[in-house]
């Protein structure tokens, strides 16, 4: 697998970067993809999310995670396939992240690692425009956080 992560904001340690690559990493085995894959997370500000959901959601506000799917990790290979599958991007808000640890009094790293999740799970196709779909992806959130000892 490919995780790469890119701070544009230069907010995140080393220690962070780790945090989101175990948590993707365990999140990966924990939804038993087993295809090699590849996938973004990229840390911006407000501004830059704002820009991005206004051009892709027309919503002229910021959020606090953007996903954008690409390739199905679960799609049929054989052994033959050399390339990972790249399943898409993650982007993220660092300000929402500060702003919403505080709001929700967590830590920093749990709000990032959530919000993390949160986009990783809709680039396997999660949703949460509907009731039912929301309690699903939501409990397949806070599973995967629990599992990996990183609860509110």
Do not use: C, W
């Amino acid at each position: 697998m490919i995780i790469d992560i890119v701070d544009e904001t230069n907010t995140l340690d080393t220690t962070h970067i780790q945090l989101l690559k175990d948590i993707l990493s365990f999140a990966i085995k924990h939804e038993n993809i087993k295809n090699k894959i590849e996938l973004s997370v990229t840390i911006v500000t407000n501004d830059d999310i704002k820009k991005l959901n206004k051009q892709y959601r027309s919503i002229d506000e910021p959020t606090d995670v953007l996903s954008f799917e690409m390739g199905d990790p679960f799609q049929e290979t054989d052994d033959t396939f050399l390339f990972p599958i790249p399943i898409g991007d993650i982007i993220i808000s660092i300000d929402k992240v500060i702003e919403q640890s505080k709001s929700y009094h967590h830590s920093f790293e749990r709000e990032l690692a959530f919000l993390t999740i949160h986009g990783f799970l809709h680039l396997l196709g999660y949703t949460h425009d509907e009731e039912e779909d929301e309690k699903l992806m939501f409990s397949k959130q806070e599973q995967i956080l629990k599992e990996f000892q990183l609860e509110r």
